[in-house]
């Protein structure tokens, strides 16, 4: 594939719907190279604070409308962490976190390491997002008529 054939292809925000418990459907995005390397850079000084706003900072890159524009902007996670969105927000988080590509593996050494910190004290808590070595692919929107 050519420069422009590149470019065109990722031009429009990937996005998939997800269905909640209640046949509620949200859509999440595709984050950008640069959203994923300033998230990870995130991650990293974190250090024994990494699971503060972990989701709430994730789901705000994430969730977005039927053009795969943000729903929320970075300086809303505050708002995002008090929403009580319980089940729903972990199914958001796992479904929008493997159609990145992140890897479940490094999800796992993530929490590990956090509550190992949190246990000891430390803080060493640098674990590397890496991308799952399974593609993600796009699906469309959901159709006309259902709730986002």
Same mark, same amino acid.
């Given at each position: 594939m050519n420069r422009k054939a590149f470019t065109e292809r990722y031009r429009k925000a @990937?996005?998939?719907?997800?269905?909640?418990?209640?046949?509620?459907? @949200?859509?999440?995005?595709?984050?950008?190279?640069?959203?994923?390397?300033?998230?990870?850079?995130?991650?990293?000084? @974190? #250090?024994?604070?990494?699971?503060?706003?972990?989701?709430? #900072?994730?789901?705000?890159?994430?969730?977005? +409308?039927?053009?795969?524009?943000?729903?929320?902007?970075?300086?809303?996670?505050?708002?995002? #962490?008090?929403?009580?969105?319980?089940? +729903?927000?972990?199914i958001l988080f796992d479904d929008s976190w493997a159609f990145n590509g992140m890897s479940r593996e490094a999800l796992a050494e993530l929490k590990k390491s956090s509550a190992s910190a949190h246990l000891n004290g430390s803080a060493s808590t640098s674990a590397s997002v890496s991308a799952s070595s399974t593609p993600t692919t796009s699906t469309a929107p959901p159709k006309a008529g259902a709730s986002a």
């Open positions: @990937q996005t998939k719907p997800v269905t909640l418990p209640d046949g509620t459907v @949200q859509l999440v995005r595709a984050i950008t190279p640069g959203e994923r390397d300033a998230f990870e850079n995130w991650l990293t000084k @974190q #250090k024994d604070k990494v699971t503060d706003n972990f989701r709430a #900072k994730w789901l705000s890159l994430v969730l977005c +409308d039927e053009e795969g524009v943000r729903l929320y902007a970075d300086s809303d996670v505050d708002e995002i #962490k008090n929403i009580p969105g319980g089940a +729903d927000f972990e």
